[in-house]
Nanobody
Framework: VQLQASGGGLVQAGDSLRLSCAASGRPFTTLNMGWFRQAPGKEREFVAAINWGGGITYYDDSVKGRFTISRDNAKNTVALQMNNLKPEDTAVYYC??????????????????WGQGTQVTVSS
């Protein structure tokens, strides 16, 4: 599967950004999708995930209430709406995916395919 992320940019604290990721190469409804981020000097960390059907979402505590993950299975895209951005949200954001079956529980450590990343910079 190939993942292409877009939508990053430079914003001020309190602003919003919407990231988008287009997937190709596999039927989109066989994929659980997620967003991860990596700040300079830090390890990549989980941000949000959504299951193949869109009915189950997970968020890291640091973004709960501010970020919303969604998917459009007709367009093979997943989005991350980021509101009330903070300087600590500054990072390269990566779209991620892994193959699943409908009965399986979504697991954050199962993501194995990554897009190229998009930079989000939040100034104070």
């Amino acid at each position: 599967v190939q993942l292409q992320a877009s939508g990053g940019g430079l914003v001020q604290a309190g602003d919003s950004l919407r990231l988008s990721c287009a997937a190709s190469g596999r039927p989109f409804t066989t994929l659980n999708m997620g967003w991860f981020r990596q700040a300079p000097g830090k390890e990549r960390e989980f941000v949000a995930a959504i299951n193949w059907g869109g009915g189950i979402t997970y968020y890291d505590d640091s973004v709960k209430g501010r970020f919303t993950i969604s998917r459009d299975n007709a367009k093979n895209t997943v989005a991350l709406q980021m509101n009330n951005l903070k300087p600590e949200d500054t990072a390269v954001y990566y779209c991620a995916a892994y193959r699943t079956i409908p009965q399986a529980t979504m697991r954050i450590n199962s993501f194995d395919t990554w897009g190229q990343g998009t930079q989000v910079t939040v100034s104070s």
